[in-house]
């Protein structure tokens, strides 16, 4: 096998344009339908647009793409995946507050 | 190569039914599913237990793995000479437990690698993985933008289709502008495509870290401000921090604990230089925690001449 060295990559960070429902399908793994079912749930972070038109952003491509190993890791209907995302964001708000408040309670 | 005991790792007997091993599976993908684990070493620990389910869970690759007698884990192996997984005809599967791509050298060898020579022998193209990683950035490094170092595992296949984690040292540019939580997509500086595939992307997570005196929420920071007694009931004027500096705050007379007096500007850069958030300071009353006698001298009459009441909204109960 071929020894491969560090590679240095330089990334200049802008944010991507965001995309349609199609190609978030395309990139997450998940049915047309499940992001659907998921945008009209609230589970998919900011949605722009109308729902025959949305287009969605970079965070909605993670959530999205975390949807799909929960299903697929997990074998959850749509029911049980839109409360798992639900109570995982949930978790990540709570981390974060307790995180901020143990910094000012050690001030 | 070195053995895989995937019935140890599920922690069930080698007899075990397939109810057990799928509970094993379950009670085990709940503990270090990187999703929602919060151990140590949760994504290596999810692939080992993900690659144990895929062979077990599947009566065929069971049956064959089985018959490749005991071994140590750990242990040098190869396969008896009688084992022939061409012709078994293993078909790898993307869509099961962990993605089904990042399984080790004992797997690929045994179960994937004549899947994915197959697909590589018939010009099969791979889309390249997409990795994720989080940036976590001071509210200074927020403010003004930074340049970030970190290491990458990248997954990538090679020439004969098995797949390795190369690590790569990724300096990534941060601009102004970016919010606590915010996700940004890099189109192409993920993991190699394979056959001609396009490469995967690369997010990164953007995280502050907390600080002492504000707190981010959007473009917007928010910092707690005590005042005395006296300051909230006469008014007064403050020297506050900013992120940047300072600010004088006038405090109108008859402030309440909990009011947000805005400082418009003096908030965090919103991206594409549209301008900056706001910088909110909500007031506490801080009592003192001892008095000089004269001080309660004072506080008495006070208590005695005053006809404030903050609690009429009792009612007579």
Known sequence: ?107 | MQYKDYYKTLGVPRGATADAIKKAYRLLARKYHPDVSKEANAEEKFKEVAEAYEVLKDPEKRAAYDQLGTWQPGQDFRPPPDWDRQARGFRFESGGPGGGFDFSDFFSELFGGAATGGRRAQGFATRGQDVEATVELTLQQALHGTEANFQLAVPEMDASGHLHRMPRQIKARIPRGVSDGQVMRVPGKGGRGFGGAPDGDLYLKISFRPHALFRAVEHDLYIEVPVTPWEAALGATVDIPTLDGHARLKISAGVRAGQKLRLAGKGLPKPGGHGFGDLFAVLQIAVPGSLTEKEKSLFEDLARCSRFDPRRHFGGS
């Open chain 1, 1 to 107: 096998m071929a020894t491969h060295e560090h590679t240095d990559i330089v990334v200049v960070v802008e944010e991507a344009d965001e995309i349609g429902l199609a190609e978030l399908a395309e990139l997450s793994g998940l049915n047309a339908e499940s992001l659907q079912e998921l945008a009209l749930a609230g589970c998919l972070g900011s949605v722009r647009g109308t729902e025959t038109e949305w287009s969605f952003g970079s965070r909605s491509i993670t959530i999205a793409r975390r949807a799909r190993r929960l299903q697929t890791d997990f074998g959850l209907d749509e029911n049980a995946l839109v409360l798992a995302l639900t109570l995982l964001a949930r978790m990540d708000e709570l981390e974060t507050r307790m995180r901020e408040l143990e910094c000012q309670v050690l001030r």
